[in-house]
T-cell receptor
Framework: GAVVSQHPSWVICKSGTSVKIECRSL??????MFWYRQFPKQSLMLMAT?????????EQGVEKDKFLINHASLTLSTLTVTSAHPEDSSFYIC??????????????FGPGTRLLVL | SQQGEEDPQALSIQEGENATMNCSYK?????LQWYRQNSGRGLVHLIL?????REKHSGRLRVTLDTSKKSSSLLITASRAADTASYFC?????????FGSGTKLNVKP
């Protein structure tokens, strides 16, 4: 089946630094990818939609200057948490529907990246 | 949550019993899906039900959908200790997925 990978799987950083998280579709192309955030014992919250070749669209309440998204190619989207603070500590998950099936039901989820900001 | 609530928030049952989880959502949907998540791990897709379907089965899973009430239920029959996980419903609207608040299921051996 289709695979989505994330790197790194976990990261610890100091407050004020920026952290980049990669999301890759390994055996399919994706013009659209989605980024989610999950705080402990809570549900996944959709943060933004990453669009290859154009700007990302952000959900209400998500700061676009704080969470920079770059969809560099049909297999790679990156999320950069800029000037990270402890409240940004969370589990970040990406997902992608195969290209041409964006309106279809299936999305493939990455394994997640756990971010801890000290 | 962005989409709706699930109940119960937590459910503890004995192995062999059935587990029922409910999900309510807010907007019109194209489809509704159920996922499981083991602690601190990624999501596993379980089953999808389209907006024009009322019931669907997959192995020990049974999903119902009532679009008039904007609700869905997931039934896991003959539960096993390995079913212990968090379960989330997710609705798809305009190509975006929105997740419910989740039910934490504990199946005791």
């Amino acid at each position: 089946g289709a695979v989505v990978s994330q790197h790194p799987s976990w990261v610890i950083c100091k407050s004020g630094t920026s952290v980049k998280i990669e999301c890759r579709s390994l055996d399919f192309q994706a013009t659209t990818m989605f980024w989610y955030r999950q705080f402990p014992k809570q549900s996944l919250m959709l943060m933004a939609t990453s669009n290859e070749g154009s700007k990302a669209t952000y959900e209400q309440g998500v700061e676009k200057d704080k969470f920079l998204i770059n969809h560099a190619s049909l297999t790679l989207s990156t999320l950069t948490v800029t000037s990270a603070h402890p409240e940004d500590s969370s589990f970040y998950i990406c997902s992608a529907p195969p290209w041409g099936r964006e309106s279809q039901e299936t999305q493939y989820f990455g394994p997640g990246t756990r971010l801890l900001v000290l | 949550s962005q989409q709706g609530e699930e109940d119960p928030q937590a459910l503890s049952i004995q192995e062999g019993e059935n587990a029922t989880m409910n999900c309510s959502y807010k907007t019109s949907i194209n489809n509704l899906q159920w996922y499981r998540q083991n602690s601190g791990r990624g999501l596993v897709h379980l089953i999808l039900i389209r907006s024009n379907e009322r019931e669907k089965h997959s192995g020990r899973l049974r999903v119902t959908l009532d679009t008039s009430k904007k609700s869905s239920s997931l039934l896991i029959t003959a539960s096993r200790a390995a079913d212990t996980a968090s379960y989330f419903c997710a609705t798809e609207t305009f190509n975006k997925f929105y997740f419910g608040s989740g039910t934490k299921l504990n199946v005791k051996p």
